[in-house]
């Protein structure tokens, strides 16, 4: 009898689910929004690994002045390749394409989103755009080395083979805004009945801004990368100074979409986190609505700061300072949530898990992260610590540190949910602890580097800067070990954990309410939200 | 069980479509706006070879097509009313118009480009680097760029519109699922509406 009813449970979840097709082709083909966020998380993991080991090599190549293990010209394809996918392929997708996807039409009581067969199509662009990038190291003239911004005029300059890189990020972000359009339609118009705006989960919400700035900046850069194909293939002119164009124009045109970008990044990560401080304090979240009235002024504000990318590329003094502040206002709303995360925490019931760790650690390299952009953002600092490692030391705090650690709490959050197993707590917190370590003896050595001037994108180095170098490599080791370590845990639990609960943390968001893992269609019958009910109401 | 299923993945939302549609069209323009950027930078900076560069297009071919865009607008927002009137043959006879006068606009384009290829005037072209300004040059690349991806745009509107009328023919999309006919008709007037703005930055602005 319970056998029976067990296996019955098992039949018509998503994963053992048999549809039209078998195997593999039930997966790569299926519509069903569960499926397809795990198609990204494989794929976007993949690619990680991919962004890591090529990271890894440029480390170690920076073990000690002079050439280690590549030549220059190796080094610069390496970096050019390495922020390409990481940015492209891994931090842009990340939340929004696994978690949003899975999570995001049961967390507002629907069945799927509004347009199935367009999010399919989503991912298969991403795979297009995958393989058009990579095909660019193994055709042609070598890998491009322009750096992942393909700044003009060297991206129609150089010899390597620039166009399927640059077309492959073209498609990947047509993918991107195929996925924020269809979270929009699906946010308004599938609802649970009672879910109100106000009672939208904030992991929804920071979905929500994300959208939007994914449909409204994406096709300035789609339009800036057509251009610089067109300058390559039939010499248009627009950025070439040779024939009348401004170069500084293809950096103010690249920045109004990419700028806004790392809010494409950091929002989700911050509405993952937004979920997983209130379930382990057990508390209702401090300041539902402040956090949302941030998430919407980053999402607006962040549009307007581009500027501060070109300080010292050419600009009026008069641009420079509304930039710079700008640059300032827009930390605001970002230190708003750090003090709405914090007051959560305060007197909640905090029960000390995996993902409170990662939780907790992103808030720390997050405002690390985050001041020392202020640095960047302050015109005459700025001048001194310009592409320089301090810059590189910036973002990975922000994007890496901030989105990879978000992403790191998001999945061993939700994990029991996805894979309706639990993984071991024990090897997840000692993966936890290295990665935490090895992250901080990684960058925060290239801080301390860039104050004393050491310029980023080179292969080499003066003696002075070698002290440095050897402890970021070695906290390069380090990363990759406890990176090993959460993987294989994760891989292994997957198959072979205990069995997970329907709501193993005791979470109020609808998500916990189905089965671990959950149906087909996720709701016996639609969910209706009273009205006392909320996201977040613990007593 | 399976009959309820089923008829949920049936399931159909008409203003769902829709708000899809007008979002993706907000992204069509904000892709030509980082062109307009462009253009309105660089006439700034050279407004006399922008001139100059004006005059050497055809403005009677030009204001021809925006006529015929401008009607194949009407005749393709007919199509929605009288399928709402139930009047199949008219709509399919509609949309036909418009897929055939969006033909005639890239015909027209062609031996517009074709005329300015044999003048030595391309992308690129030997001619155009040694005889004109750099302020023309910019021009004619801008020129080439906005109204080639412009004419992409009406070509991918034609298949949309070729998908409707197979649509229409099969009743697959009737007076009570109209939702495909009118995004093809929204993307039309789309395509039509940028048009609008081709015509005078280009040909008409002296």
């Known amino acids: 009898m319970n056998m029976q009813s067990e296996h019955l449970a098992n039949a018509s979840n998503y994963l053992t689910y048999k549809g039209k097709h078998r195997g593999l082709l039930g997966w790569i083909l299926s519509t069903d929004h569960k499926r397809i966020g795990l198609l990204y998380l494989y794929s976007i993991l993949t690619m990680f690994s991919v962004g890591v080991l090529l990271g890894l090599a440029m480390k170690l190549e920076l073990l000690a002045p002079g050439k280690t293990i590549m030549e220059a010209q190796t080094y610069n394809s390496t970096f050019t390749v390495h922020g390409v996918i990481m940015i492209f392929m891994v931090v842009i997708p990340g939340l929004p394409a696994v978690f949003g996807n899975f999570l995001m039409p049961i967390m507002i009581g629907a069945k799927d989103v509004a347009f199935p067969k367009l999010n399919l199509l989503s991912w298969w662009l991403y795979v297009a755009g995958v393989f058009l990038v990579l095909g660019a190291l193994f055709f042609g003239n070598g890998a491009p080395d322009?750096?992942?911004?393909?700044?003009?005029?060297?991206?129609?300059?150089?010899?390597?083979?620039?166009?399927?890189?640059?077309?492959?990020?073209?498609?990947?972000?047509?993918?991107?805004?195929?996925?924020?359009?269809n979270f929009l339609v699906t946010i308004h118009r599938m609802r649970c009945p009672g879910l109100k705006w106000t009672k939208l989960p904030l992991f929804v919400w920071t979905l929500y801004g994300t959208a939007w700035i994914q449909l409204l900046a994406t096709p300035v850069v789609g339009i800036t990368l057509v251009l610089i194909a067109l300058e390559r293939i039939f010499g248009v002119g627009v950025f070439d100074p040779a024939l009348g164009g401004d170069p500084i124009l293809y950096q103010h045109l690249f920045w109004i979409y990419s700028h806004p970008a790392v809010y494409i990044m950091i929002l989700p990560a911050m509405g993952a986190v937004s979920e997983i401080i209130p379930t382990f304090s057990q508390k209702q979240v401090f300041g539902y609505k402040a956090i949302i009235a941030s998430t919407m002024a980053i999402a607006f504000v962040g549009y307007l700061v581009w500027g501060h990318h070109m300080f010292t590329a050419g600009m009026s003094g008069t641009a420079q300072y509304y930039f710079s502040l700008l640059t300032f206002i827009v930390a605001i709303p970002s230190a708003i949530k750090v003090f709405n995360w914090i007051s959560t925490m305060y007197k909640g019931s905090i029960n000390v898990q995996t993902p409170l760790y990662w939780a907790a650690s992103f808030i720390f390299v997050f405002m690390v992260g985050g001041l020392s952009g202020l640095v960047l953002g302050s015109l005459a600092t700025d001048v001194h610590v310009h592409d320089t490692a301090f810059v590189v030391a910036h973002f990975h705090y922000i994007v890496f540190g901030g989105t990879g650690f978000a992403f790191m709490a998001a999945i061993h959050y939700w994990f029991p949910k996805i894979f309706g197993r639990m993984y071991d707590k024990g090897w997840a917190n000692a993966g936890w602890l290295i990665f935490f370590i090895g992250f901080l003896a990684l960058y925060t050595p290239m801080f301390y580097l860039g104050m004393m001037g050491m310029p980023r994108r080179y292969y080499d180095y003066?003696?002075?800067?070698?002290?440095?170098?050897?402890?970021?490599?070695?906290?390069?080791?380090?990363?990759?070990?406890?990176?090993?370590?959460?993987?294989?845990?994760?891989?292994?639990?997957?198959?072979?954990?205990?069995?997970?609960?329907a709501n193993p943390w005791n979470g109020k968001t609808l998500e916990w309410t189905v089965s671990s893992p959950p149906s087909l269609e996720n709701f016996d019958e639609t969910p209706v939200i009273a009205e006392n009910d909320g996201p977040y109401n613990y007593k | 069980m399976e009959n309820t299923l089923h008829q949920e993945h049936e399931h159909y939302d008409a203003e769902a479509s829709k708000i899809g549609m007008w979002l993706f069209i907000f992204t069509e323009l904000l892709l030509f706006g980082g062109l307009f950027i462009v253009y309105s930078v660089y006439r700034f900076l050279n407004p006399e070879a922008f001139h100059l560069a004006a005059e050497e297009l055809n403005t009677t071919i030009g204001a021809i097509n925006t006529v015929i865009l401008l009607v194949s607008s009407m005749t393709i927002a007919m199509s929605t009313s009288t399928l709402q009137m139930r009047k199949k043959g008219a709509t399919l006879f509609l949309l036909g118009v418009t897929?055939?006068?969006?033909?005639?606009?890239?015909?027209?384009?062609?031996?517009?480009?074709?005329?300015?290829?044999?003048?030595?005037?391309?992308?690129?072209?030997?001619?155009?680097?040694?005889?004109?300004?750099?302020?023309?040059i910019l021009f004619f690349g801008l020129y080439y760029v906005m109204t080639g991806l412009h004419a992409l745009h009406i070509i991918i509107g034609l298949i949309i519109i070729f998908f409707a009328i197979h649509r229409v023919n099969r009743g697959t999309v009737n007076e009570n699922r109209a939702a495909l006919l009118e995004n093809a008709g929204l993307y039309w007037h789309l395509v039509d509406l940028i048009w609008i703005f081709l015509f005078p930055l280009f040909y008409l602005i002296h």
Do not use: D
Request: zero cysteines; a neutral charge.
């Open chain 1, 146 to 181: 322009t750096g992942w911004t393909f700044y003009a005029p060297y991206s129609f300059k150089t010899g390597t083979n620039l166009l399927p890189a640059v077309f492959g990020a073209f498609v990947l972000g047509f993918s991107s805004i195929l996925t924020g359009l």
């Open chain 1, 462 to 501: 003066m003696k002075e800067f070698h002290g440095g170098n050897i402890l970021s490599t070695f906290g390069s080791w380090v990363l990759a070990t406890g990176l090993i370590i959460i993987i294989i845990n994760l891989v292994r639990s997957a198959q072979k954990g205990v069995p997970a609960e």
């Open chain 2, 99 to 136: 897929v055939v006068l969006g033909l005639v606009f890239l015909v027209n384009k062609y031996f517009e480009w074709g005329a300015k290829f044999e003048h030595g005037i391309w992308p690129g072209s030997e001619h155009l680097k040694t005889a004109f300004s750099q302020g023309e």
